[in-house]
């Protein structure tokens, strides 16, 4: 039967190495296959986070041979097998144990966004096109891939001044939903940081959900801070009626 050589992180957030690990190839099998090989038969103490094993839930992010990737999905005859196949924690989030890492901030960030709010007297009808618009940000997993691939976070650790995509891609549900009466878009600027995003489009190459993030989410979102904050016709419009009142 054929091999594969694994290098899997070990360790936590003080200190930790790589560990070699040989693990049998059956057809079909993916990293996640192997890594619960490793914890059925050569290390049972190996902490992997994960849960339906389908795709998801997000739970079995990790970053294998360098990308950000659910290891559910990641199908071992895909890798090149004659080299080690490295998987290691998302960069982004402290270490817990091994695989496991911390990604209890993104839930902080959460809590500043504003739920959803009709406005006063609302229809309950909108058009199917309005629904189309905004179900495509329903189909997040949470795995934070894009929060760990994004070099804002992960490159320039600014957790406390930025969002990062994933929740970019909630606002942007919420606030292109036709019956929603609230605007996040000063939140946008002054707390959520989405200035500091120059749209790279990493998080949409690594959401396994195929979410356009950086094209149907985070752009949009910008033009709205812009024509609301510096657009120059908005800024006299806004002097004229503070004039006014």
Request: aromatic residues 10%; contains cysteine; proline residues 7%.
């Given at each position: 039967?054929?091999?594969?050589?694994?290098?899997?992180?070990?360790?936590?957030a003080?200190s930790g190495?790589?560990?070699?690990y040989k693990?049998?190839?059956?057809?079909?099998?993916?990293?996640l296959?192997?890594?619960?090989?490793?914890?059925?038969?050569?290390s049972?103490?190996?902490?992997?986070?994960?849960n339906?094993?389908?795709g998801?839930?997000g739970?079995?992010?990790?970053?294998?041979?360098?990308?950000?990737?659910?290891?559910?999905?990641?199908?071992?005859?895909?890798?090149p097998?004659?080299?080690?196949?490295?998987v290691q924690p998302?960069k982004?989030?402290?270490?817990?144990?091994?695989?496991?890492t911390?990604?209890?901030?993104?839930?902080?960030?959460n809590?500043?966004i504003?739920?959803?709010?009709?406005?006063?007297?609302?229809e309950?009808?909108?058009?199917?096109?309005?629904?189309d618009?905004?179900?495509e940000?329903?189909?997040?997993?949470?795995?934070?891939?894009c929060?760990?691939?994004?070099?804002?976070l992960?490159?320039?650790?600014?957790?406390d001044q930025?969002?990062?995509?994933r929740?970019?891609v909630?606002?942007?549900?919420?606030?292109?939903h036709?019956?929603?009466g609230?605007?996040?878009?000063?939140?946008?600027?002054?707390?959520?940081g989405?200035?500091?995003?120059?749209?790279t489009?990493c998080?949409?190459?690594?959401?396994?959900?195929?979410?356009?993030?950086?094209?149907n989410?985070?752009i949009?979102?910008?033009?709205?801070?812009?024509?609301?904050?510096?657009d120059p016709?908005?800024?006299l419009?806004?002097?004229?009626r503070?004039a006014?009142?």
């Open positions: 039967m054929a091999e594969a050589r694994l290098q899997v992180f070990r360790g936590d003080n190495s790589s560990v070699d693990v049998p190839i059956a057809p079909g099998m993916v990293v296959d192997a890594l619960h090989y490793i914890q059925g038969y050569l049972p103490d190996l902490a992997v986070r994960w339906c094993k389908a998801k839930c739970s079995c992010s990790a970053e294998v041979n360098g990308r950000p990737r659910l290891t559910c999905k990641t199908r071992m005859d895909s890798l097998l004659d080299q080690p196949i490295v998302m982004s989030f402290p270490v817990i144990k091994d695989l496991v911390d990604v209890s901030w993104n839930y902080k960030v809590k500043k504003p739920p959803f709010q009709p406005r006063p007297g609302t309950w009808k909108f058009f199917q096109q309005d629904v618009r905004v179900q940000f329903r189909k997040c997993i949470e795995c934070f891939l929060q760990n691939v994004c070099h804002v992960r490159d320039h650790d600014k957790h930025f969002a990062g995509p929740f970019f909630r606002v942007a549900g919420l606030e292109m036709p019956l929603d609230v605007s996040r878009t000063k939140l946008l600027r002054d707390e959520l989405l200035g500091l995003c120059n749209i489009k998080c949409t190459e690594v959401c396994p959900e195929e979410i356009r993030i950086t094209d989410a985070i949009p979102l910008k033009e709205r801070v812009v024509d609301q904050f510096y016709l908005h800024w419009v806004r002097k004229i503070g006014a009142g």
